[in-house]
């Protein structure tokens, strides 16, 4: 007879696990099924985002631009850096440290929350009376039961057709945090976020690195304004980002990689370069699950189709992250994954779309929630602009990094904030004040009569909130 569980999560990125520890919290019995595992087979919980996603890349940024500071920034503080090296092998190896110690917890969460963990990948093998039995593909294949699935398996990256990923030279973001020595020239296809990323962190430990972006406008789900200064930045600090171009042929061999590619006049160009990083997306991740033995319904681009609360066409069956609808974000994914368990235990779980934040971790940071500038001007929405820039910031001139700016909208008649938008330092802690002032719908006014620290890097949302009205204290 096999195992019995109230809840069986398919998946254990931040979605799954998360689902899965809020339903031990709310006293069911859960299972939680995960077949990420590491260099020594041992099991690897965390999904893409610990394994080769959010976490290594961040680790990755972070060891990168203390080596820029070392060697570019430090003299302006007054420190002497002589014999300044570079030792790849152990940043990578750092960066994998850094992994594991994020695998471990969560197998240390698993159990603190009574959560049964199965390695191996799960797929659906049957559905019958009030539950469904899942198979897990690991050492030895064994079958378990759910009266509640939640399935959770996370995307894939998006290949060009033609040319599939070797991760030797033509590199997924897997490939590209396994990079074993910085290459002379890295190509790069698509300036989102994962390009962005990657870009900088090789071009800061010496890579030439080349974007090529086919959109005519960079960063386009980005406020324009903010994209622009984000763009000044990286071309000042020498990443090359060609925009609106139409990549033709690419050629993979011994001796690099050459992408055949037409400018945005239509001129042909060909790049030559030691690595290319592909970037153009990702896929839902669907692959094995078996969704045709109980009739899941999938979308046309292989998604799991569900409703606003996460249900799929079966019943008890839910799916969350980035297998489903809307933006594919760890933090999305996580929210769901608790709102589903809540939705199972008969409570009202919460998942509010219009304040998701968005982060971009390059330097200068960028950061956002809410309408841009350009939405709300598409919809005829009247709307009052604060822009409050960092060069004025105290906290941000004794840091040295003085790039970008706080902007924030707000609505014309009511005052309440529609979207804030931020490139700069630690735009990332920055924008949490703004998501949480969206959420209680607050007015720019709210942000601006709140007491912040000085000298701080938060002063300038304030400002931009008081510019908002026009009467900035310090600009």
Known sequence: MSKQFDVIVIGGG??????????????????CIDEWKNAKGAPALGGTCTNIG???????????????????????????????GLDVAK???????????????IIYLFKKNKVAFFHGRGSFSAAKEGAYDIKVAGIAEETISGK???????????????????????LSNDGALRIGAVPKKLGVIGSGVIGLEMGS??????AEVTILEGLPTFLGAVDQQIAKEAHKAFTKQGLKIELGVNVGEIRNDEKGVSIAYANAKGEAQMLEVDKLIISIGRTANTIGLNPEAVGLSLDERGAIVVDGD????????????????????AHKAEEEGVAVAERIAGQHGHVNFNTIPWVIYTSPEIAWVGQTEEQLKAEGRAYKTGI?????????????????????????????????????PMASELIAECVVAMEFRASSEDIARICHAHPSLSEATKEAALAVEKRTLNF
């Open 201 to 206: 962190v090789w071009r800061r430990l010496g």
């Open 148 to 170: 509640h699935i939640i399935v959770a398996t996370g995307s894939n990256a998006r290949a060009l057709p033609g040319t599939p990923f070797d991760e030797v030279n033509i």
């Open 310 to 329: 996460c249900k799929t066409n079966l019943p008890n069956v839910w799916a969350v992250g980035d297998v489903v609808r809307g933006p594919m974000l």
């Open 91 to 105: 940043m990578v190896g750092r960066k994998d440290t850094v992994v594991k110690q994020n695998n471990d917890g």
């Open 14 to 31: 931040p979605g799954g696990y998360i689902a899965a520890i809020r339903a031990a919290q709310l006293g069911f019995n859960v299972a």
């Open 54 to 84: 959010c976490i290594p890349s961040k680790a990755l940024l972070q060891s990168s631009e203390y080596y820029e500071h070392a060697g570019h920034h430090f003299a302006d503080h007054g420190i002497e850096v002589k014999g300044l």
């Open 388 to 424: 409050f820039p960092f060069m004025a910031n105290g906290r941000a001139r004794a840091l040295g990094d003085t790039t970008g700016m706080v902007k924030m909208l707000a609505d014309a008649a009511s005052d309440e904030i529609l979207g804030v938008h931020i490139v700069g």
